[in-house]
């Protein structure tokens, strides 16, 4: 019924701007309606405002201590109960999960618009832990387009700005679809697009986001000055001063373009502040969809570059050791990755027999599903280490003969 769709709206509203959703019951939402209760709690009340798109005293709700300066609520119950549904009701069907096609829906643009496109960044995140963000950026383009067709169709600017956040979100994940695939030429002009829509949101995680991937292009790039540069952004965005979670990954992500850059001893200091800052993160706060990603698994899987990078191969062999038994199983790419990376750090210890044998897991955690553009260039990076280290050439052969069929059908 409209009670306990409204109750749900307003607790998913509530949720957008506290990061915790409502604890607005249908009880509470009867006492609503029946006028027991005339002026809802600050959060609930901001929450009615946001999925109605009126203010709480059009629909018939009285301040505490104010009924000389507002209107008074009709005396009629019935009347005041038929104005609160009117102006409820429409925006309270909208919280159902199965939108309507975007022609049968009312032109009135809100928070359902605002979730139903969070809930489509989660699914293309979801399917890029599993396989790997390449192929995904249509569907992430088509994403942003429907929402900032929707922005204009706003009428809060609060809405608004969440649309452009979205379709920052989209744009980046279109950016990371290329990088992921290898694909390096279009994913600087999806970046400078998403940064765009992320200054017009005035949202600083969304920025941080780009400048994340902005640093990680450079280093596909080989462009590793542009790196540090991107990475250091990230860390002046006002989310990573805020948020120690933010900032691990943005100290994470400075570490490696340092350690590529040659920087050994920066780059082991900006990992040990990695560090320090995960340490005081709240782990189990709620956090954007974009972040889910990063995690003591993902530090331990910096580190193992880092590690690998400035020489010390042993070290970033137990990093990568300590990533994969943290990795959620959901996330099977990056436990791909991740073997990869430890597969290079055995081989740069010269333990080769056992490198090899690392590197085939690869295929077998990615066995159904095409290897990523940018697997593929770290599996490129093994073979030519390998054929540099074997000690004999037929190990290196060997290794491409039985793996040959597997990377060309990928």
Known sequence: MAVGELAKAVNGAIGDFTGRPGTTSERTVFRW?????????????????????????????????KSKSVPALPEDPDMRRRQFFGAAAGTAAAAIPLAPPASARPSRVGTSDVIRLRDDVERLVALDAERGGHGLEQAALDGAAEALRLQKQSTTQRVRQRLFALASDFTATAAWSLIDAGQLDGAGRHLDRALTL????????????????????????????????SSQAAQATAIARRSPLHASLAHARTAVGLAHNGEARAALGCLGRAEDALAKADLAQPRSTWMSFYSPAELYSLTAIVRDVVGQPAQAEAASHRALAALPETYRRNRAHTTARLAL???HQDDVEQACATSGQVFTI????????????????????????????????????????????S
């Not at 209760?37 to 505490?64: D, S």
């Not at 969304?206 to 450079?218: E, F, G």
């Not at 290897?371 to 052969?397: K, N």
């Open 345 to 347: 750090a055995q081989l």
């Open 33 to 65: 309606l029946s006028g027991k209760n005339r002026w809802p709690q600050e959060r609930q009340r901001r929450g009615l405002e946001i999925v109605t798109g009126l203010p709480v005293i059009a629909l018939g709700f009285v301040p505490r201590g």
């Open 198 to 229: 992320a200054g017009l949101a005035q949202d600083s995680e969304m920025t941080m986001q780009v400048w994340n991937l902005r640093a990680m292009l450079a280093r596909q790039s080989r462009d590793y000055p542009e790196a540090v540069a």
């Open 366 to 409: 990615m066995a159904g599903t095409p290897l990523p553009g940018r697997m593929r260039q770290l599996l490129g990076d093994f073979q030519r280490d390998l054929i540099a280290r074997a000690p004999s050439a037929h190990i290196a052969h060997d290794w491409m003969d039985r793996y040959r069929t597997e990377w060309s059908s």
